[in-house]
């Protein structure tokens, strides 16, 4: 690793000490500070939404269109019959079904009732006529935020009302026999474990952490999943999260512990498809959960709350010693002992590639 100098600029990292960073996300002009976990204290930040500090969707990275651009977020399924499914449309067009909004310190995905057979971009809604949100971070094409191991983190106020279907998720970059791995650090439904008519009503005080292999025909396991009952989802803020290593993967609630899997558990094939860069995605779906129509076999949309709202306070990243990006910023009684001061900018470079320097002010670093 080699050290230089670069006079004028001041150095914003906060060290390697786990504490307080500035957001690192060029997209993300603000100063947000959020800590990571204690088991994570030597990670470095890489992706930092903070939608309690924005004050506009443009800040956010959010736009009308199906493209990352300049932005952090493309506001759909990048690719809905391809992708994850043909559970579109997620984002309805026109002002009455615009599902993203910004306020009283948190990002809002609103599912409400609009006539999604004629707002829809795909046609017919397979939710009842009601149009939701969904925002990845990388469109069809892998263009945008992608990170290979490290640890994944939302902070949200699920809905819980009848359908709905709130998530917090990611999905690897296909390997060269187009396996891809899921990893849900959450899901919840209004109406689990609910019966005909939502009665008894549902539980939507259970979050399930769970992974997916997708394209994978030969014996590995190709699943797994856990319930946690966790008491205050749908009535304050709580946060959820994945350590995602080669060694297995750790599913955290409020940043305790709840589940996990080894490497052996999980499969060779499941292991190989995690060796990949995974976007992030945070959604409000309807359905999911138990069938509650009078016979139990499909959904009575018209129990669905209207609207119905997920709230984000925001979505973080930290890369892992194990991340290919991961690089050290020396502490500040090193760069004390340097003689660096805010009359200087550290530029760290590894593998013939500048590391930090940029992303930290927001700028293109050159080489």
Not at 266 to 280: E, K, S
Not at 288 to 307: E, F, Q
Request: aromatic share 12%; hydrophobic share 35%; charged share 10%.
């Amino acid at each position: 690793m080699k050290v230089r100098h670069l006079p004028i600029l001041c150095l914003l990292a906060a060290g390697s000490s786990g504490g307080a960073v500035w957001a690192l996300n060029p997209d993300n002009p603000t100063g947000s500070q959020i800590n990571a976990p204690a088991f994570a204290s030597n990670y470095q930040p890489v992706y930092i939404q903070d939608f309690a500090a924005m004050t506009s969707l443009s800040q956010a990275g959010i736009s009308g269109s199906n493209k990352i651009g300049n932005g952090s977020w493309i506001p759909d399924q990048p690719n809905p019959s391809v992708d994850y499914g043909p559970w579109a449309p997620e984002t309805g067009t026109g002002t009455s079904a615009a599902p993203f909004s910004l306020g009283n310190g948190s990002l809002a995905i609103s599912a409400q009732e609009n006539n999604a057979s004629t707002l829809s971009p795909y046609g017919a809604s397979y939710f009842g006529g009601y149009t939701t949100g969904f925002l990845s971070s990388t469109d069809v094409n892998w263009k945008g935020f992608s990170q290979q191991y490290g640890y994944f983190e939302v902070s949200m106020e699920t809905p819980g009302g009848a359908n709905t279907w709130p998530a917090f998720w990611m999905v690897s970059q296909p390997t060269a026999n187009g396996i891809s791995a899921e990893i849900d650090p959450t899901e919840s439904y209004g109406n689990y474990g609910t019966g005909p008519n939502q009665n008894p009503p549902g539980q939507p005080d259970n979050t399930h952490a769970g992974w997916h292999l997708w394209g994978y025909t030969g014996s590995d396991p190709t699943g797994g999943g856990a319930w946690a009952i966790e008491p205050g989802m749908t009535t304050s803020f709580n946060t959820y999260g994945v350590n995602i290593e080669p060694t297995g993967i750790t599913f955290y609630f409020d940043r305790q512990p709840i589940w996990s899997q080894t490497d052996a558990q999980l499969g060779p094939a499941m292991v190989a498809a995690l060796d990949h860069p995974m976007n992030v995605m945070v959604d409000l779906a309807l359905g999911g959960g138990t069938y509650n129509n009078s016979t139990g076999t499909a959904y009575n949309w018209d129990l669905t709350p209207n609207p119905s709202t997920l709230k984000v306070q925001y979505v973080a990243v930290w890369a892992s010693p194990n991340s290919p990006n991961y690089y050290v910023v020396p502490e500040p009684t090193t760069l004390a002992l340097l003689g660096l001061n805010c009359g200087a900018l550290l530029v760290l470079r590894k593998k013939g590639r500048i590391l930090g320097g940029g992303d930290l002010l927001g700028h293109s670093p050159r080489n």
